[in-house]
């Protein structure tokens, strides 16, 4: 007997796949494939190197025909060190909100789509939906990388035409995300007593030197642009997160590292930034480290990095959500996700999902079931627009 789930039904089948990105998301992965099975509809995966994650890939409709996307990641964020009133795996139910780790970011979107099955199956759709399911959105937008070239491979007849990505935005259709580079930098320095600092290298005051640069870099962007008034903030933003040196205090420090990274609006290019500022760490800061032991220096590390989004609003895609949505607005979002590599390969792209950002990785994290309602109206309304 083929299964039917509502919405809430079908995000605590989700929520209750523990999909953190250092882990497999493969549990969700087949049982969501067995149960679009159940529908008879096909899906293909599309594993990680280690074959412990998969991105899913299916097709409701027609079959010689390129469709609209409704993507999303399986993957969630960590909750270490967070104290949930309830298990984060759990989904639980209290004043119209249901709590669980993912329910806004993004497992939400990915429940009434697949509750939706159904109604897309008997539906006679003239134009497909496809689903993508990606993992490790979490940690640089990496898996749907492999899934994006996949489909290059594919006959250009059957390749997407348009996508969703069903990221919390209130159910507001986005037309653009900002992008973001993230860089380690790490500091070697020479070991010493503290009380002889003159024949060691402190790595830390190298590192907080470099922060320095980075902070200039951050305020000059925020004085001077260029902007986006539509992006809050406007300009693009420049942020040290985590930082590792020393081991006492009477020591010298010999190494030190940080995290750091731009978000960079849609048409700045955040490499040469980045390449501004270790180019006077090269002249300010290294000679001095050098002086004192030819060893020392700094060296940088490539994270991560995704592109920005920018769709037309008069786009055939951006109108086909707007419609959905019931809204004529479209907006733009500080935050990146992986809009902006649909894009770059080809499918114009809008984001647009159920929940707030600004429950997306906080402890008890939660969405409201009236944004549940207003997605599940938004793929009804999708499903009947392209079955004329």
């Known amino acids: 007997m083929q299964a039917a789930y509502s919405s809430i039904e079908m995000l605590a089948k989700l929520v209750a796949f523990d999909t953190t990105s250092r882990d497999s998301n493969l549990a969700l992965i087949h049982w969501v494939r067995a149960y679009l099975a159940e529908q008879g509809v096909e899906a293909v995966l599309v594993h990680d190197a280690s074959g412990r994650k998969a991105n899913l890939f299916a097709t409701v409709g027609p079959k010689d025909r390129g469709g609209i996307v409704l993507s999303g990641h399986t993957d969630v964020v960590p909750v270490d060190g967070q104290a949930w009133s309830s298990d984060p795996f759990a989904l639980a139910r209290r004043d119209l909100r249901l709590f669980g780790r993912g329910t806004t970011d993004m497992k939400g979107f990915v429940a009434v789509a697949l509750a939706q099955l159904p109604r897309m199956v008997k539906a006679p759709l003239k134009t497909p939906i496809h689903f993508a399911l990606s993992y490790d959105e979490e940690v640089g937008c990496l898996g749907v990388r492999r899934l994006l070239a996949e489909i290059a491979s594919w006959p250009e007849a059957v390749r997407p035409k348009a996508c969703i990505v069903g990221e919390p935005t209130e159910m507001k259709v986005i037309v653009a995300h900002k992008g973001k580079r993230s860089w380690r930098v790490r500091f070697k320095g020479r070991a010493c007593h503290s009380s002889i600092p003159h024949h060691g290298v402190n790595a830390v005051e190298a590192a907080a030197e470099f922060i320095a640069l980075l902070n200039r870099l951050g305020r000059k962007l925020a004085k ?7 992006f809050d903030p406007p300009a693009t933003t420049v942020h040290t997160g985590v930082i590792h040196g020393g081991t006492a205090l009477n020591i010298v420090p010999e190494a030190c590292e940080l995290l750091c990274e731009v978000r960079h609006i849609p048409g700045q290019d955040p490499d040469a930034l980045f390449a501004g500022v270790l180019d006077q760490a090269r002249r300010d800061i ?16 490539l994270m ?63 969405i409201a079931e009236s944004q549940l309602a207003a997605c599940e109206a938004f793929i009804i309304r999708l499903v009947e627009k392209l079955s004329t």
Do not use: W, Y
């Open 224 to 230: 001077d642009g260029p902007f986006d008034r539509a």
């Open 304 to 366: 991560s990095g995704f592109p920005g989004l920018a769709t037309r609003e008069n786009d055939a895609v951006t109108e086909l959500a707007r419609a959905c949505a019931g809204a004529n607005a479209v907006g733009k979002v500080a935050f990146g996700c992986e809009g902006g590599l649909f894009q770059d390969a080809g499918i114009p792209t809008v984001v647009c999902g159920p929940g707030s950002i600004d429950q997306a990785h906080t402890t008890d994290e939660f």
């Open 286 to 301: 290294e000679p001095a480290m050098k002086a004192v032991d030819p060893a020392a220096g700094i060296t940088v590390e």
